[in-house]
């Protein structure tokens, strides 16, 4: 049996509406494939110093060594560095935490020891060779 002029007409407008309807289809996923390109990068295109701005760790408090210093908990990450620290007096160790870590100047810490502004500087000098030779020994 024969399709008629009318099935063929209507055959012929669906064909032409599908095609139309796939055409569209093709041409919004190739911009949006376009949008992506220009505007997305990928993971592994970012510069480390990005990538490390994004990252998230935990961190735990017995990942850290603990110093009470003025009534504040100094926290040490490095364990090299914290038995260093345990290795010097509590008058250096002190110094070194509250210039470094309380970022205190020397007449704070000399007013707080109880000693010249002078002596607090070499003190934290004497200190700081001593660390340098015990982690030089590690």
């Known amino acids: 049996m024969k399709p008629s002029d009318f099935q063929k007409t209507v055959?012929?407008?669906f064909d032409s509406c599908l095609k139309k309807v796939v055409r569209h289809v093709v041409k919004d996923y190739?911009?949006?494939l376009k949008r992506?390109?220009?505007n997305e990068i990928p993971f592994c295109e970012l510069p480390d110093i990005i990538v490390g701005k994004l990252a998230v760790s935990d961190e735990y408090d017995?990942?850290?060594t603990?110093?009470?210093v003025c009534g504040v908990d100094v926290r040490v990450f490095d364990d090299e560095l914290a038995e260093a620290l345990k290795q010097l007096s509590?008058?250096?160790r002190e110094n070194l935490l509250m210039y470094y870590f309380?970022?205190?100047n020397d007449t704070e810490i000399a007013k707080i020891q109880n000693i010249?502004?002078?002596g607090v500087y070499k003190n934290r000098y004497r200190a700081l060779e001593h660390l340098k030779q015990n982690m030089r020994k590690e």
């Open 11 to 13: 055959q012929c407008r």
């Open 30 to 32: 190739q911009q949006e």
């Open 36 to 38: 992506r390109k220009n």
């Open 62 to 64: 017995s990942d850290y």
């Open 66 to 68: 603990f110093f009470r």
């Open 90 to 92: 509590d008058r250096n």
């Open 102 to 104: 309380l970022e205190m």
């Open 116 to 118: 010249s502004r002078a």
